[in-house]
T-cell receptor, first 116, second 113 residues
Protein backbone atom coordinates (compact mmCIF):
# COMPACT_ATOMS: atom_id res chain seq x y z
CA UNK A 1 0.00 0.00 0.00
CA UNK A 2 1.73 3.13 -1.21
CA UNK A 3 2.12 5.94 1.25
CA UNK A 4 1.37 9.61 0.73
CA UNK A 5 2.99 10.80 -2.48
CA UNK A 6 4.15 14.32 -3.13
CA UNK A 7 5.64 15.78 -6.26
CA UNK A 8 7.83 17.34 -7.15
CA UNK A 9 10.25 16.66 -4.32
CA UNK A 10 12.23 19.75 -5.15
CA UNK A 11 10.94 22.83 -6.94
CA UNK A 12 12.88 25.94 -7.88
CA UNK A 13 11.04 29.08 -8.93
CA UNK A 14 12.03 32.67 -9.61
CA UNK A 15 10.24 35.48 -7.84
CA UNK A 16 6.88 36.19 -9.45
CA UNK A 17 6.37 32.70 -10.89
CA UNK A 18 3.72 30.22 -9.84
CA UNK A 19 4.38 27.06 -7.82
CA UNK A 20 2.07 24.04 -7.94
CA UNK A 21 2.58 21.31 -5.38
CA UNK A 22 0.78 17.99 -5.67
CA UNK A 23 -0.24 15.48 -3.04
CA UNK A 24 -1.76 12.05 -3.58
CA UNK A 25 -3.16 10.67 -0.33
CA UNK A 26 -2.91 7.09 0.76
CA UNK A 27 -5.40 4.73 -0.82
CA UNK A 28 -8.76 5.03 0.87
CA UNK A 29 -7.96 8.36 2.52
CA UNK A 30 -10.21 11.29 1.71
CA UNK A 31 -8.82 13.88 4.13
CA UNK A 32 -5.76 15.92 3.23
CA UNK A 33 -3.78 18.40 5.29
CA UNK A 34 -1.04 20.78 4.16
CA UNK A 35 1.70 22.02 6.47
CA UNK A 36 4.64 24.34 5.90
CA UNK A 37 8.02 24.09 7.58
CA UNK A 38 10.09 27.23 7.41
CA UNK A 39 13.83 27.01 8.13
CA UNK A 40 14.56 26.48 11.83
CA UNK A 41 10.85 26.20 12.64
CA UNK A 42 8.34 23.47 13.26
CA UNK A 43 5.51 22.54 10.96
CA UNK A 44 2.68 25.05 10.69
CA UNK A 45 -0.81 24.01 9.63
CA UNK A 46 -2.07 25.61 6.45
CA UNK A 47 -5.26 23.97 5.23
CA UNK A 48 -7.46 20.91 5.72
CA UNK A 49 -9.49 19.54 2.83
CA UNK A 50 -11.86 16.74 2.08
CA UNK A 51 -12.85 15.77 -1.44
CA UNK A 52 -14.15 18.94 -3.15
CA UNK A 53 -14.39 20.83 0.17
CA UNK A 54 -12.14 23.09 2.20
CA UNK A 55 -12.81 22.32 5.85
CA UNK A 56 -10.31 24.59 7.60
CA UNK A 57 -8.08 27.16 5.92
CA UNK A 58 -7.21 29.11 9.04
CA UNK A 59 -3.48 28.69 8.41
CA UNK A 60 -3.45 29.83 4.81
CA UNK A 61 -1.97 33.24 3.96
CA UNK A 62 -4.71 35.54 2.81
CA UNK A 63 -3.18 36.23 -0.59
CA UNK A 64 -1.47 34.20 -3.31
CA UNK A 65 -2.12 30.80 -1.72
CA UNK A 66 -4.92 28.43 -2.66
CA UNK A 67 -5.62 24.74 -2.30
CA UNK A 68 -7.99 22.26 -3.83
CA UNK A 69 -8.78 18.57 -3.59
CA UNK A 70 -10.90 17.62 -6.59
CA UNK A 71 -13.12 14.60 -6.88
CA UNK A 72 -10.54 12.97 -9.11
CA UNK A 73 -6.81 13.46 -8.88
CA UNK A 74 -4.37 14.80 -6.32
CA UNK A 75 -4.69 17.71 -3.98
CA UNK A 76 -2.97 20.83 -5.28
CA UNK A 77 -1.39 23.64 -3.27
CA UNK A 78 -0.90 26.63 -5.51
CA UNK A 79 1.26 29.62 -4.76
CA UNK A 80 1.00 32.53 -7.14
CA UNK A 81 3.69 35.20 -7.61
CA UNK A 82 6.12 33.49 -5.27
CA UNK A 83 8.45 35.52 -3.07
CA UNK A 84 11.66 34.50 -1.30
CA UNK A 85 9.78 34.11 1.96
CA UNK A 86 7.79 31.24 0.44
CA UNK A 87 10.94 29.10 0.41
CA UNK A 88 10.14 26.21 2.72
CA UNK A 89 9.32 22.54 2.89
CA UNK A 90 5.66 21.83 2.25
CA UNK A 91 4.28 18.63 3.71
CA UNK A 92 1.05 16.91 2.92
CA UNK A 93 -0.64 14.44 5.25
CA UNK A 94 -3.70 12.26 4.79
CA UNK A 95 -6.10 10.42 7.05
CA UNK A 96 -9.02 8.03 6.53
CA UNK A 97 -12.42 9.32 5.53
CA UNK A 98 -14.14 8.73 8.82
CA UNK A 99 -13.77 11.72 11.12
CA UNK A 100 -12.60 10.29 14.38
CA UNK A 101 -10.27 11.34 17.10
CA UNK A 102 -8.47 8.04 16.64
CA UNK A 103 -7.32 8.80 13.13
CA UNK A 104 -3.68 9.61 12.76
CA UNK A 105 -2.21 11.56 9.90
CA UNK A 106 0.30 9.97 7.56
CA UNK A 107 2.85 12.32 6.08
CA UNK A 108 4.38 12.50 2.66
CA UNK A 109 8.07 13.19 1.95
CA UNK A 110 7.50 16.89 1.35
CA UNK A 111 8.23 19.32 -1.45
CA UNK A 112 11.16 21.65 -0.89
CA UNK A 113 10.42 24.94 -2.62
CA UNK A 114 13.27 27.31 -3.30
CA UNK A 115 12.52 30.79 -4.60
CA UNK A 116 15.43 32.53 -6.27
CA UNK B 1 -5.03 29.62 20.88
CA UNK B 2 -3.47 26.21 21.02
CA UNK B 3 0.29 26.07 21.21
CA UNK B 4 3.04 23.53 21.81
CA UNK B 5 6.40 24.26 23.35
CA UNK B 6 9.45 22.02 23.16
CA UNK B 7 12.06 23.05 25.67
CA UNK B 8 15.22 21.94 23.93
CA UNK B 9 16.19 23.05 20.47
CA UNK B 10 19.25 20.82 20.15
CA UNK B 11 20.28 17.91 22.36
CA UNK B 12 23.60 16.09 22.07
CA UNK B 13 24.05 12.72 23.79
CA UNK B 14 26.44 9.83 23.74
CA UNK B 15 25.22 6.36 22.89
CA UNK B 16 23.58 4.53 25.81
CA UNK B 17 22.68 7.79 27.55
CA UNK B 18 19.09 8.29 28.65
CA UNK B 19 16.87 10.72 26.82
CA UNK B 20 14.05 12.96 27.91
CA UNK B 21 12.59 15.60 25.60
CA UNK B 22 10.15 18.06 27.09
CA UNK B 23 6.85 19.04 25.55
CA UNK B 24 4.20 21.33 27.03
CA UNK B 25 0.96 22.36 25.39
CA UNK B 26 -1.77 24.87 25.98
CA UNK B 27 -5.29 23.75 25.20
CA UNK B 28 -8.36 23.87 27.38
CA UNK B 29 -10.16 20.75 26.24
CA UNK B 30 -9.48 17.08 25.72
CA UNK B 31 -6.46 16.56 23.53
CA UNK B 32 -4.77 13.95 21.43
CA UNK B 33 -0.99 14.04 21.72
CA UNK B 34 1.66 12.82 19.32
CA UNK B 35 5.39 12.52 18.92
CA UNK B 36 6.75 12.39 15.38
CA UNK B 37 10.33 11.74 14.26
CA UNK B 38 12.01 12.99 11.10
CA UNK B 39 15.21 11.16 10.21
CA UNK B 40 17.64 13.02 7.96
CA UNK B 41 16.22 13.23 4.45
CA UNK B 42 13.05 11.37 5.33
CA UNK B 43 9.45 12.26 6.01
CA UNK B 44 7.75 12.46 9.39
CA UNK B 45 6.94 9.16 11.04
CA UNK B 46 4.71 8.61 14.03
CA UNK B 47 6.60 7.45 17.15
CA UNK B 48 3.65 7.24 19.52
CA UNK B 49 0.31 8.77 20.33
CA UNK B 50 -1.97 9.32 23.30
CA UNK B 51 -5.75 9.47 23.03
CA UNK B 52 -7.04 8.25 26.37
CA UNK B 53 -6.47 5.65 29.08
CA UNK B 54 -3.06 4.79 30.48
CA UNK B 55 -1.03 8.02 30.53
CA UNK B 56 2.20 6.10 29.93
CA UNK B 57 2.34 5.36 26.22
CA UNK B 58 4.82 3.05 24.58
CA UNK B 59 5.84 3.58 20.98
CA UNK B 60 8.18 2.16 18.41
CA UNK B 61 11.95 1.73 18.80
CA UNK B 62 11.85 1.73 22.60
CA UNK B 63 10.39 5.21 22.99
CA UNK B 64 7.73 6.07 25.55
CA UNK B 65 5.95 9.20 26.68
CA UNK B 66 3.99 10.17 29.76
CA UNK B 67 0.93 12.39 29.68
CA UNK B 68 0.67 14.49 32.84
CA UNK B 69 -2.60 16.38 32.58
CA UNK B 70 -1.96 18.63 35.57
CA UNK B 71 1.27 19.84 34.01
CA UNK B 72 0.00 19.96 30.41
CA UNK B 73 3.05 17.90 29.51
CA UNK B 74 3.83 14.96 27.25
CA UNK B 75 7.55 14.27 27.61
CA UNK B 76 9.31 11.74 25.41
CA UNK B 77 11.77 9.29 26.96
CA UNK B 78 14.12 6.52 25.98
CA UNK B 79 16.34 4.71 28.51
CA UNK B 80 19.31 4.19 26.19
CA UNK B 81 19.74 6.02 22.89
CA UNK B 82 21.51 4.72 19.82
CA UNK B 83 23.37 6.51 17.06
CA UNK B 84 20.45 5.68 14.75
CA UNK B 85 18.15 7.83 16.91
CA UNK B 86 19.82 10.93 15.50
CA UNK B 87 16.86 12.85 14.07
CA UNK B 88 14.49 15.72 14.68
CA UNK B 89 11.62 15.09 17.07
CA UNK B 90 8.32 16.93 16.99
CA UNK B 91 5.61 17.01 19.60
CA UNK B 92 2.08 17.75 18.34
CA UNK B 93 -1.38 18.28 19.79
CA UNK B 94 -4.83 18.01 18.30
CA UNK B 95 -8.25 18.78 19.71
CA UNK B 96 -10.42 15.69 20.10
CA UNK B 97 -12.72 16.68 17.23
CA UNK B 98 -10.08 15.78 14.71
CA UNK B 99 -8.44 18.07 12.21
CA UNK B 100 -5.23 20.00 12.27
CA UNK B 101 -2.13 19.21 14.28
CA UNK B 102 -0.33 21.94 16.18
CA UNK B 103 3.41 21.22 16.24
CA UNK B 104 6.18 22.30 18.54
CA UNK B 105 9.34 23.84 17.17
CA UNK B 106 11.14 20.52 17.10
CA UNK B 107 14.17 19.16 18.95
CA UNK B 108 17.21 18.08 17.02
CA UNK B 109 18.84 15.08 18.66
CA UNK B 110 22.44 14.20 17.84
CA UNK B 111 23.75 10.92 19.24
CA UNK B 112 27.52 10.47 19.20
CA UNK B 113 28.85 6.93 18.78
Amino acid sequence: NAGVMQNPRHLVRRRGQEARLRCSPMKGHSHVYWYRQLPEEGLKFMVYLQKENIIDESGMPKERFSAEFPKEGPSILRIQQVVRGDSAAYFCASSPGEVSSYNEQFFGPGTRLTVL
Amino acid sequence: AQSVSQHNHHVILSEAASLELGCNYSYGGTVNLFWYVQYPGQHLQLLLKYFSGDPLVKGIKGFEAEFIKSKFSFNLRKPSVQWSDTAEYFCAVRGNQGGKLIFGQGTELSVKP
